[in-house]
């Protein structure tokens, strides 16, 4: 079972520092990992299919494994 966490930021001025130190605080808590981060900037207006998530979702992950967001 692979675990990923999913980080989006809208703007190269954005980053994901807080997103990335929040899912840690979730995935330990829970005894997730290790996690494999998947880091996007990318528009609210672009389709989820898209975005690195659609490729995460429809490519890379399998049955079983976990996706944080």
């Known amino acids: 079972m692979a675990v990923y966490a999913y980080l989006r930021v ?3 001025q ?3 520092d807080n997103q990335r ?4 605080v979730y ?3 829970r005894g997730l990992g290790p996690l494999d ?3 996007d ?3 609210g207006r672009l389709a ?3 975005r690195a998530v659609g490729r995460l979702l429809t490519a890379t992950a399998q049955a079983g494994d976990v ?3």
């Open 10 to 12: 809208s703007t190269d």
């Open 14 to 16: 954005q980053d994901v």
């Open 37 to 39: 981060f998947v880091e």
């Open 27 to 29: 995935a330990n808590a």
């Open 41 to 43: 900037t990318a528009s």
């Open 48 to 50: 989820w299919r898209e």
């Open 67 to 69: 996706v944080l967001f």
């Open 21 to 24: 130190y929040g899912v840690l």
